[in-house]
DNA sequence: CGCCTGGTTGAGAATCATCAACATCTGTGG
DNA sequence: CCACAGATGTTGATGATTCTCAACCAGGCG
């Protein structure tokens, strides 16, 4: 039990000095996102314990790379990354983005290596849950088990929310959506649900998207012209929630408004 | 243990009878695809013991269908499944296609209730698998546990796999991609890899990989004016596995051939 | 200050969707 | 067994959305 903290007493002494280290899973504000509800208190120490929080990443940096080998998946503390791969003719296909709360990685289980690269956006905290150990884990605590099989069936359900978009929506049916969905989980952080910064590019949105970097800036043009949104470079702000859900879903798109 | 033919003899007995119904995960051919390869007899028989097989599902009936509560998922013994959602404005996604061996349902698990719906292509065999006990289990015995975190793994990586196919690729590298995808999967139930019959309709097929029925008509077309396939309806054979493999790959499409 | 990256805007081109007519297949009932 | 109807698939002509190419603008950093 406490593991880390027993073997490795400086790297735990460095937790403490540096005030973005500190944090165990008993006091993180993201607990409610990241971590099963049903947990017991001792159950969350021993989750903790297995819990690696290295020095946050710069931008740029990647928590892992496509094809090293696999050996944990990632929850996100602070800063968003981009999760992406690179097709056989070169090109980086993004595949998500994660946002504080979030947990990646999960793609590398079935082969035991990455299916993806995963670079942070901004300077980004994340935690390293080591697989193994969280297997284990889980073979003892039922409701932990249980949250892993949910987490991974969301990332499957979120996958097939972006193959949709993907398959039958425009450009602006696309956009509006990334927006809303990126508005909704900041609320359930905890923050602004209509005024935020983007923490990706034009080239990652078209990226992600399908869409070229003209498109996406045209289309973000036209949002602001008809009053759906307020653009000022990478800072968003929803003026019209409900508009934008509308072109989200296709309803009264803006270039017939 | 093998609490289902112990509690219900006269279910059993028609399994004996029907030769339809009578495999057990034990002789069940696609076993080495479905099964984690590092499970023991006894514990087969303990998976075998959950499993549900009911009779089959004829065309266009549903496994289960999307915000049903969420209780099992499924292995298709035989026949084919599409997995699709509707969109908010009605109208239906597909997400996947499930031949013999694979695993569909998972989608399921986050929010308790299916994400998806999933009907049969042709006469189908499947078997129930009931989630909560499939739980249990896997915290009894690792190697099954580590084994649906790979299936659910492996979704994903699908999943990751097709958005990528929609955000980047041409009709002709879908389409490419898609019957590469079939060849491959089929050899790996030792069937055929070059000669076979596509189970869903041009509908789907066009659905599924966000194109119209026409596009996707015109490209086999195409194909087969370049001498890559032959094509009879949905009988299907591949003539030169290796430029299709380009085709899929962008290398080469048939239009600048 | 000037370079470089990232973003915006414009004009023309291309792929794919749409609309429409027609062909083929399936299965159902006479 | 054939005929017919509906579903499924093919082919052609036209058009729209989005991409491509290109120029230009804005901000950050050496």
Redesign the pocket.
Known sequence: MLKFSDQVPAAEHEQRCRHDYQISCNNCRLASICLPIALEASDIDQLDSIVQRGRPLQKGEHAYREHDVFSAVYAVRSGTLKAYRVTDDGQEQITGFYFPGEILGMDGISKNRHASSATALETAAICEIPFERLGELSARIPSLQRHFFQLMSQEIAYDQQLITQLGKN???QRIAALLVSISARNSERKLSATSFRLPM???DIGNYL?????????V??RFQKAGLLA?D??EISILDVDQLRNAANGIGGV?KA
Chains 1, 2 share one sequence.
């Open positions: 425009s450009a602006e590019s034009r080239a399908g869409l070229t970097v003209e498109t996406v800036s045209r973000f043009g653009v470079n990478k270039t």
